[in-house]
């Protein structure tokens, strides 16, 4: 098992389990809200796993009890994100994450065992493959709720993968929706018990 150092301070711990699997743990306590230095980090992420030809799977998951990977960091200065540069797909850094992670020749797989909200949706959505713990994993897209438009792509992703109807619910309801809720909706593959591990 290899620790990769990506940026510092490490809000991402990033760990080859073998030259094929990696691990991808998000560590930002309290609650894993994402701020720029994330980004950033996130950033750094896709470039190694774009630039690595052996690498077959990325597990992304969360040492944070509780959390998987939260919203916005709304104490952030919002010029520290805006004024970062366009990612190689021409949209900025995090759409630019989520969209490159979509098209990596990478299996990608979600283990969310905590809250994955706004961000942490948007993450789940992007991944091939996601798995929700029955007792503690929680998802949404609150953001209309607040009067905000979600910025990471779930208007797009969603109804691909839940349909319209469905996507609308969960859109413009802004409500928590708990893991069998998810399976049952397509929003997840599974839902699973908290002690089973990957």
């Known amino acids: 098992m290899t ?8 809000q991402i711990r990033l760990t080859q389990r073998s030259l094929a699997y990696w691990r991808v743990t998000f560590d930002n306590p ?3 809200v994402i701020g720029p230095e994330m980004v950033r980090e996130f950033q750094e992420v896709i470039n190694a796993l774009e630039a690595d030809e052996q690498v077959r799977v ?13 919203h916005s960091d709304f104490i952030a200065k919002l010029e520290d994100l805006t004024s970062m540069p366009a990612g190689p797909t021409g949209l900025p850094p995090w759409p630019d994450f989520l969209v490159r992670l979509t098209r990596a020749p990478v299996v990608s797989i979600a283990l969310i065992r905590g809250r994955a909200t706004g961000n942490g ?5 992007a991944c091939d493959m996601s798995f929700a713990s029955r007792e503690k994993a929680i998802l949404s897209q609150w953001e209309v709720g607040v009067g905000m438009v979600p910025g990471g792509g779930p ?9 319209r109807n469905r996507a609308l619910e969960v859109l ?4 928590d929706i708990r893991a069998d809720q998810a399976e049952a909706y397509g929003y997840v593959n599974r839902a699973r018990n908290a002690d089973r591990r990957v």
């Open 3 to 10: 620790k990769v150092n990506l940026s510092k301070p490490v």
């Open 155 to 163: 208007m797009a992703r969603l109804p691909q993968l839940i349909g």
């Open 172 to 175: 413009l309801g802004s409500e």
């Open 121 to 125: 949706s948007e993450i789940t959505l």
């Open 30 to 32: 309290p609650i894993n």
């Open 58 to 70: 990325v597990v992304f998951d969360s040492a944070v009890d509780g959390y998987f990977l939260n």
